[in-house]
């Protein structure tokens, strides 16, 4: 019975370990305005945690920063950018176990205002 109840508890921790992973993503703002706030949720979820970006907002045009994304039971994350200019891009579906970096600017390029006025793609 005690060895029994022994793997189980080794067969649960990799779960419990697994929910508790960080990935690590580069945010490159490469947009023309300063993006001011990031936040992060696990997809479709609407639990939105806002990731620090610095003293000061991330600059246009190439300024960069880390950004450590709690994993969750699930790689794929919606994100919500708030720009200077007053802009909100909401990008669904980010995979932050795959790719390593965020460029806000193409999906800005790309994407469709929805009716509340916030471009989503």
Not at 2 to 19: D, E, H, I, K
Request: charged residues 20%; contains cysteine; aromatic residues 10%.
């Amino acid at each position: 019975m005690r060895a029994w109840l022994l793997a189980a508890l080794f067969v649960s921790l990799p779960a419990t370990a697994s929910v508790d992973r960080v990935c690590y993503v580069y945010l490159v703002n490469d947009a023309k305005s300063s993006v001011v706030s990031f936040e992060a949720a696990p997809t479709k979820s609407q639990q939105w945690v806002r990731l620090p970006i610095g003293e000061q907002p991330l600059a246009g045009g190439g300024a960069a920063t880390m950004l450590g994304i709690r994993k969750g039971t699930d790689c794929l994350h919606d994100f919500r950018i708030a720009f200077a200019d007053g802009r909100v891009l909401i990008q669904r579906g980010f995979d932050i176990c795959r790719f390593g970096s965020f460029h806000p600017d193409f999906y800005l390029r790309h994407s469709q205002p929805v009716r509340d006025g916030e471009p989503e793609i």
